[in-house]
């Protein structure tokens, strides 16, 4: 059965259909959630506030095809409303004390280089991180991100131009082991 079929079963109450478009989307939306928090935990644990919050809203979405689309925007909503209620015990601007020279150095706990990229995806702020993996991540253009996120096409453009100084930065360690 198609996305769309799914869907409209769905949003009249079909568990079973609802079921199903979570197995398709689970992994998609679990990786998402990874890229933005650096945690499997936490993407877990927002994976399923999500789901729980499309379950509820299912109802509500007016076109069947834009599913994935509504399916990110609860995403990042409620990584960003993660973000909001931890954002008074950290500086979400500043990279944590040592973190940077951690990874400069190539001192990281793992070998891989992805592990190494969400590594260094999460010195990044919150919203310089998002719109990241939004643009990369998702493909997204600039505007299709301020759109989205509601946060200027300037901000988006600077997030997206001071994020990659900064992943440059940090992984030039890979350029300089060749």
Wanted: hydrophobic letters at 40%; one cysteine or more; glycine letters at 6%.
């Amino acid at each position: 059965m198609d996305e769309d079929t799914l869907v409209g079963l769905a949003k009249t109450g079909s568990t079973e259909a609802f079921e199903e478009l979570v197995r398709l989307r689970q992994s998609w939306l679990r990786n998402f959630l990874r890229h933005l928090t650096n945690d499997n935990v936490l993407a877990d644990d927002l994976s399923q506030q999500v789901l729980l919050s499309a379950w509820k809203g299912i109802g509500n979405l007016r076109s069947n095809k834009a599913f994935h689309s509504w399916l990110k925007r609860l995403a990042v909503n409620t990584w960003l409303k993660h973000v909001r209620r931890r954002r008074p015990l950290d500086s979400a601007d500043s990279p944590p004390e040592g973190d940077m020279d951690q990874l400069a150095h190539g001192q990281q706990d793992t070998t891989t280089e992805a592990i190494d990229l969400d590594h260094a995806l999460a010195i990044l702020s919150a919203d310089a991180r998002l719109c990241i993996v939004l643009s990369f991540g998702e493909g997204m253009s600039h505007g299709m991100i301020a759109d989205f996120t509601s946060i200027p096409l300037g901000t988006v453009k600077s997030h997206i131009n001071r994020g990659i100084r900064v992943l440059r930065e940090i992984l030039t360690i890979y350029g300089d082991e060749k």
